[in-house]
């Protein structure tokens, strides 16, 4: 093959695989069937007691085993993030009926996973170690647990994958970013396959007060299920979560060939800079904008042909706002014929996983035709008064949809899928 015919746009990627790991299930399966329940994952916090805290409720993955995904004896050198991203990688690959790649192969094979905090509760447990016993009880695999791109890491070495190995950190964008690099990795003719997404497991005490203190967390803790309620009036902050999202992306012509199933095209990526702040969005929506725009120019559409956003939507005031205005920006009139929705309303904020996450959201809307509802939208703020789909989940003939991930520094990413039935070669 020769890579200058590849080094090129019209160069297809498509999604083959899926897997998932959230507050919501253990199974893709069981994630759509809650989001399409409008249920809600945010519950009280389990893994400490949070007594100390004002916000006492998050997202965690419960009945998680990580020996149905990683032999027992290698538990030991990883921390949760990375358990979990091996685990919705296993459930990609099967999805995708995809094996590991022979030795020849393996260079066209490659993984970009994107994390935002990594090892935090090795960090606090191996702390606890050094002040309460002595530096020798340290773990000998404490660096490996901690290091975000071990999550890369560990998939690359599990299924062989010789092409790129890239770890993505930019905070709550990290996946979709993952998965955007991605993409323009199969199109730039490096490879055929890309493993991405994003993972994140960090409800810890120190996670959790660093938050509190930022008052950026719910303190709902009488109503958990309540607590994430984007665009509403009564919102309060977000519900911290955990989880992975993986998607397996193909070279159009590579899945063909071998009779893949197609979930949807990945066709546009957008990525800016607000340049304005180290956690406040830019006041006038533009860094969001401009992301939105630059995912419909690398996909040549027109801001017509979308029909559903998977928005940002965390459940804070300026956030919820601002998304809102930056969707009017791009989108004029048709802004308001859109459907938007936030399933943060449901999964709580999955952080560095959470593009990863709602990457497959956005994927199964489209496969599935059916928009996932905004839950607790209750009482619409006046001034994010798009359609948000409140409350039930919504049939609807989708084409085309963007997912949004915005993070701390001002960093922004935008993903566009379209769906495959409409782009068949």
């Known amino acids: 093959m020769n890579n200058q015919d590849l080094l090129s746009s019209d160069v297809r990627v498509v999604v083959t695989g899926l897997g998932l790991l959230t507050p919501l299930g253990l199974s893709v399966e069981e994630n759509w069937e809650a989001l399409m329940q409008g249920r809600s994952g945010v519950d009280k916090v389990s893994r400490f007691c949070p007594d100390r805290l004002p916000s006492r409720i998050c997202g965690e993955v419960k009945g998680f085993e990580p020996e149905n995904y990683v032999p027992r004896k290698e538990l030991k050198k990883m921390d949760t993030f990375i358990q979990y991203v091996l685990a919705a990688s296993q459930m990609a690959f099967d999805d995708a009926a995809l094996e590991a790649p022979d030795t020849e192969m393996a260079p066209r094979y490659g993984t970009i996973i994107g994390?935002?905090?990594?090892?935090?509760?090795?960090?606090?447990?191996?702390?606890?170690?050094?002040?309460?016993?002595?530096?020798?009880?340290?773990?000998?695999?404490?660096?490996?647990?901690?290091?975000?791109?071990?999550?890369?890491?560990?998939?690359?070495?599990?299924?062989?994958?010789?092409?790129?190995?890239?770890c993505t950190t930019t905070a709550c964008a990290s996946g979709n970013h993952a998965i955007g690099d991605a993409m323009k990795c199969i199109q730039r003719g490096l490879v055929d396959v890309m493993v991405a997404g994003g993972s994140e497991s960090c409800i810890t005490e120190l996670a959790m007060a660093g938050f509190c203190a930022m008052r950026a967390l719910s303190t709902r803790?009488?109503?958990?299920?309540?607590?994430?309620?984007?665009?509403?009036?009564?919102?309060?902050?977000?519900?911290?979560?955990?989880?992975?999202?993986i998607v397996i992306l193909e070279r159009y012509e590579h899945a063909v060939a071998r009779g893949a199933n197609i979930y949807a095209e990945l066709s546009g990526y957008g990525l800016t800079s607000d340049a304005h702040h180290i956690t406040s969005p830019d006041p006038g929506g533009d860094g969001a904008a401009r992301c939105m725009d630059m995912a419909l120019n690398d996909a040549r559409l027109e801001p017509e042909d979308v029909d559903y956003i998977n928005a940002h939507g965390t459940s804070t005031g300026t956030g919820d706002r601002l998304e809102t205005t930056a969707i009017k920006r791009t989108f004029g009139e048709h802004a308001y014929k859109l459907s938007v929705s936030s399933t943060k309303s449901m999964t709580g904020h999955l952080l560095g996983a959470a593009g990863g996450v709602e990457s497959v959201f956005t994927i199964l809307a489209l496969k599935n035709q059916c928009i996932p509802p905004t839950i607790n939208l209750d009482t619409p703020d006046p001034e994010c008064d798009l359609d948000f789909v409140p409350n039930s989940a919504r049939k609807a003939d989708i084409d085309c949809a963007i997912t949004n991930s915005f993070g701390f520094g001002g960093t922004n990413a935008s993903l566009l899928f379209q769906r495959a039935e409409n782009n068949a070669a």
């Open 115 to 166: 994390v935002g905090l990594g090892g935090l509760p090795a960090i606090e447990a191996n702390k606890e170690l050094l002040l309460t016993r002595e530096p020798t009880r340290i773990s000998p695999f404490f660096i490996p647990m901690l290091l975000g791109n071990l999550a890369a890491g560990q998939v690359s070495m599990r299924w062989g994958l010789k092409g790129p190995n890239i």
């Open 221 to 245: 803790n009488d109503d958990p299920e309540s607590a994430s309620r984007p665009f509403d009036t009564d919102r309060d902050g977000f519900v911290m979560a955990e989880g992975a999202g």
